[in-house]
């Protein structure tokens, strides 16, 4: 299929994205692109999706390429996380007026890329800059790559990770001789003593976890168990189910004995388990490094972040997903704006010490070995999570805040809450997993199989 037909296509079927309100802000620059009346209105346009912290950082980063290239303006636009960031995204893109630059999670980038909406790496001059293959974290390398062809340069890895708070780790024995970590735990046996040892230790629960209205947590940990001992559940590009039912079983098992036997809630809110955490009512907290800054506002709360040990298999694994920045796809863009898009993209890159005090692990090796941000703590901690990442299965429907997540993580919710057997789980996960493997792809994925 040619691309303009693939995006046509994106577009008409919504690419399993929700395309409702995507034109509700008049003046967005969304509305003007379709009208074709989007002025260039700075040398370099960057959209992304973030606020808060992450937000404040990202506008720190474009001021410092700002001050080291006077001669070069940059618009950002902050739009909506989630579906409706990518909707328009598509939109612009197949209207002629994409950004320059934008941020895409990695794990969404097989449709983008299937849908033609985005510029191979290798056609934006980024490598004359020095961005190559051999200075990236080579697990979010490898996620920027669909059906041979690089679409992306990764910023960072964002892990789910194993907090925990020092205070009671200490009581509970579990600190190394140092203690600046926990003592080497290997496999579920030690892992589940951990737990137990904290709740010895004083705590209420051995762990906290987000569980109640929360499927996407709840699919990170799912995700990062199963991963220990199998592959991803669909292949083929999202067309095939391929579930191994025993390690299925056997995860799902795993999850529930941390619920059964009060090692951790069954059911709890977001907002539960910081409580828990950050009152020291919780000795681990299951959950995304992005999550630092918040627990950081605590007044005398102790805690520190490390990779999971291994679960349920040999080697440790991390779920993660990945901001990355792409070049849009437009066929209008000079080769001076493409010149600029490069420039700009190498800088939030050497600039991404600032990015990483979100608690994020910087992509860019140069600046993930850098004292900038090696003098980080604990983010220097948990760097051996991005290079054992696993990201969502390579698919049209899957990825951050994707429909797939809630139904899959919905499963997940029920065994934690005892409310599903492990058995009943992985027939519901097939049947769940049957809706999207049948369902008929906006764009044809040939492009994007591995």
């Not at 509305?31 to 040398?43: I, M, R, Y």
């Not at 990518?86 to 197949?94: I, M, N, Q």
């Not at 990779?307 to 863009?333: C, E, M, Q, T, W």
Request: some cysteine.
């Amino acid at each position: 299929m040619g691309s303009a037909m693939a995006r046509r296509r994106f577009l008409g079927l919504g690419g399993g994205l929700a395309l409702s309100g995507a034109l509700g802000a008049c003046a967005s620059p969304v509305v003007s692109g379709l009208t074709g009346a989007q002025p260039n209105t700075a040398d370099v346009i960057f959209w992304n999706l973030f606020t808060g912290g992450d937000g404040a950082n990202m506008v720190l980063m474009e001021d410092a390429f700002r001050k080291a290239h006077p001669g070069v303006t940059v618009e950002a636009t902050v739009l909506s996380w989630g579906n409706p960031y990518y909707t328009k995204l598509a939109l612009a893109t197949a209207s002629g007026t994409p950004p320059d630059v934008g941020i895409a999670h990695l794990s969404r980038l097989p449709l983008l890329a299937a849908s033609g909406l985005l510029e191979p790496v290798a056609d934006t001059g980024v490598a004359e800059l020095g961005v190559t293959a051999d200075r990236f974290t080579p697990a979010a390398w490898q996620k920027a790559t669909v059906g041979g062809t690089v679409y992306a340069v990764p910023l960072d890895t964002h892990p789910f990770v194993l907090f925990y708070n020092e205070d009671l780790a200490r009581k509970a024995g579990l600190l190394n001789s140092a203690g600046d970590g926990l003592k080497a735990m290997n496999g579920k046996d030690d892992f589940l003593a951990a737990l137990k040892a904290m709740k010895d230790a004083g705590a209420q629960y051995g762990a906290a976890m987000s569980i109640t209205a929360d499927p996407s947590t709840a699919w990170r940990c799912f995700s990062m168990v199963y991963s220990g001992l199998a592959g991803p559940i669909v292949t083929d590009s999202g067309t095939r189910i391929s579930i191994d039912d025993e390690a299925m079983q056997e995860s799902f098992a795993f999850l529930r004995s941390l619920t059964s036997g009060g090692l951790m809630p069954g059911t709890l809110t977001g907002a539960g388990a910081n409580a828990l955490f950050s009152t020291g009512k919780a000795g681990f907290l299951f959950d995304g490094e992005w999550q630092i800054p918040s627990y950081r506002q605590v007044k005398g709360f102790r805690f520190n972040v490390v990779p999971f040990p291994a679960l349920l298999g040999p080697k440790p694994v991390a779920y993660a997903d990945s901001h990355a920045l792409i070049v849009p796809h437009n066929p209008n863009r000079s080769a001076g704006r493409t010149a600029n898009a490069a420039r700009f993209v190498k800088s939030l890159l050497d600039d991404s010490a600032v990015w990483a005090q979100g608690g994020h692990v910087p992509a860019w090796l140069p600046t993930q070995r850098s004292k900038a941000f090696l003098d980080q703590s604990p983010q220097r901690n948990y760097v051996q999570a991005a290079f054992s990442a696993v990201y969502d299965p390579a698919a049209w429907y899957t990825g951050a805040g994707s429909d797939f997540q809630g139904t899959i993580g919905a499963t997940v919710i029920e065994v934690l809450a005892g409310r599903a057997g492990p058995k009943t789980a992985v027939a519901a996960m097939r049947s769940d997993l049957k809706r999207y493997t049948t369902a008929r792809p906006p764009v044809t994925m040939k492009e994007a199989s591995r």
